[in-house]
């Protein structure tokens, strides 16, 4: 039988303003696509070393060099940054007087270049965008070039920091730190670690699934999150039995851009908005945390979602003779899915215990109530708790 009420997601209103230039050794491409932008670039990349131990670093820089752009490198950037590493790296863009930002690493590196690029030009701090008490009205030209399969912020208008002084992990959202170019060379996928492959995929995956059964999502956003969760089923496990594959890795990085745009699109629900406080509060990769949520939150908001599930299974391949049969074989696919990729964790793996879990209810429903009134099914601060208590 026809659901009726599915007519309006064929109703939006959407522009896509990112350049995205895709494929193998496209990296070397940036100082001839970027050079339009300014003489001097500020770099934001991840400390460590590893984006100069790999050679991507070095390869960015000669790019720039070749099409006579200046650069400053900022390599400071690690997981769950915070507002203060955004704010020291925006005044190194107003310092070395740099004409636009590039991102180059994973979700981290590329948000704080997007907030150092509006942070710079409005001399407002990071955390007033974070907790939400001004809007970014303006921002210098960002690159991004994703060194990862999940994060989505390279084609997207979010980015993420946490506030130290709060442990607030928000979300800040404007069109102004689009990225005006994304270069997703999938070249620079290859020396992902396997936990951090494992981990990034799931982020994806979490993106696309999440988008797909809000209330509001249009089939602009399905299709983008259609293709995105059948890559990552069909490629994502054995990609960790093949890391060094870059036809598994290509596809991968294709699909985490397809869930980025699905959320910049239509945003994610309250499986993120529960993360959030995970990773801001005991420093968990975002994507193991949200590794111990997806099954709680999918079964919680499971009643709710029947049919896209359901629709979700029939792509996959999954046989079923209704929309329950269907949904029900969908999350046993995704918990299989978990478990071959290791990464069937729960809380306490991360030293999370009982006596913690009122602490991250009252986190996440102080500031991450857009993601959980988001959700197709509301939840009480009791239903968080039990989500929160089932993932432990």
């Known amino acids: 039988m026809i659901n009726m009420s599915e007519n309006k997601i064929f109703t939006f209103d959407y522009s896509f303003p990112t350049r995205i230039i895709f494929g193998r050794n496209s990296l070397e491409k940036t100082g001839e696509v970027s050079h ?5 670039a500020l770099i934001v990349t991840t400390k460590g070393g590893s984006m100069r131990r790999y050679g991507y670093l070095d390869k960015l820089i000669r790019s720039l060099e070749k099409n006579n752009i200046r650069y400053f490198i900022f390599d400071k950037v690690s ?8 704010k020291e790296a925006s005044d190194i863009v107003v310092k070395e007087e740099c004409d636009f930002v590039i ?3 994973g979700g981290s590196a590329i948000d704080v270049a997007k907030i150092a690029a509006a942070s710079s030009v409005t001399n ?10 001004r809007e970014i009205d303006d921002a210098l030209p960002i690159v991004a070039i994703p060194t990862t399969h999940g994060t989505g912020t390279e084609v997207n208008r979010y980015a993420v920091l946490t506030d130290p002084e709060t442990n607030a992990k928000r979300g800040i959202v404007s069109k102004k730190i689009y990225p005006r170019i994304s270069i997703l060379d999938p070249m620079l996928t290859l020396t992902l670690p396997t936990k951090l492959t494992a ?3 799931i982020d994806a995956l979490s993106h696309a699934i999440e988008s797909y059964v809000k209330n509001n999502a249009t089939r602009l956003s399905m299709l983008y999150s259609e293709e995105a969760i059948i890559k990552i089923f069909r490629f ?3 990609v960790m039995q093949n890391p060094d594959n870059i036809n598994l890795r290509e596809n991968l990085l294709w699909a985490s851009m397809c869930a980025g745009k699905s959320i ?4 994610t629900t309250m499986c993120h908005g529960l993360e959030h406080p995970i990773s801001a509060l005991f420093n968990v990769h975002h994507g193991e945390g949200l590794a111990t949520l997806l099954l709680p939150w999918i079964k919680y908001t499971l009643p709710a979602i029947k049919e896209r599930l359901g629709r979700l ?3 996959l391949g999954i046989s079923g003779s209704d929309n329950q049969e269907l949904s029900y074989a969908f999350v046993k696919y995704l918990a299989d899915l978990l478990i071959s990729m290791n990464l069937n964790f729960k809380l306490r793996d991360f030293g999370i215990k009982e006596k913690h879990i009122d602490l991250l209810v009252e986190n996440a429903i102080s500031f991450m109530r857009y993601n959980l009134d988001s959700n197709p099914i509301p939840a009480s601060r009791i239903d968080i708790k039990k989500i929160y208590l089932k993932a432990l």
């Open 36 to 40: 339009e932008f300014g003489k001097k």
């Open 79 to 86: 997981t769950n940054p915070t507002t203060i590493i955004a």
């Open 103 to 105: 991102g180059l690493g």
């Open 124 to 133: 407002i701090h990071p955390r007033e965008y974070t907790l939400g008490i």
């Open 199 to 201: 981990a990034t995929i």
């Open 236 to 238: 994502g496990p054995h």
């Open 264 to 267: 910049d699109i239509n945003g």
């Open 313 to 315: 299974a029939l792509l």
